[in-house]
């Protein structure tokens, strides 16, 4: 019983120092790319950045719920300062503040 409290231990304190130690890949994930496989790409990039400039900024709203709504609702008015200092203040159970 010991020993697994011994283990226990050890494997609590072990956690943040396992938590700090860098993530080193030693191998590449894939190799690197040719020249002509990198001018390609840019190529590529290039024409999607001049199809996006093509397609026109959206004007009308797409909020298909849209018709469905009323008007946003009202504010309420905010009270009268001279109304809220006359007014004598009441308890929870109807009487008069003292």
Known sequence: ???FRLAAVLAVL????YA?????????DAPSKT????AAEAERD???????KKIPDSKTSNDP???MRS?????PAAP?????????KKSKSGTAAN
Request: glycine share 6%; no cysteine.
């Open 1 to 3: 019983m010991k020993l």
């Open 14 to 17: 072990a956690g943040p120092a």
């Open 20 to 28: 700090q130690m860098p993530n080193l890949n030693l191998l590449q």
């Open 65 to 67: 719920w849209g018709g």
């Open 46 to 52: 290039k024409a999607y950045k001049e199809t996006l």
């Open 35 to 38: 020249p002509e496989e990198k």
């Open 71 to 75: 008007d946003p609702p009202k504010q």
């Open 80 to 88: 009268k300062a001279s109304a809220a200092t006359s007014a004598p």
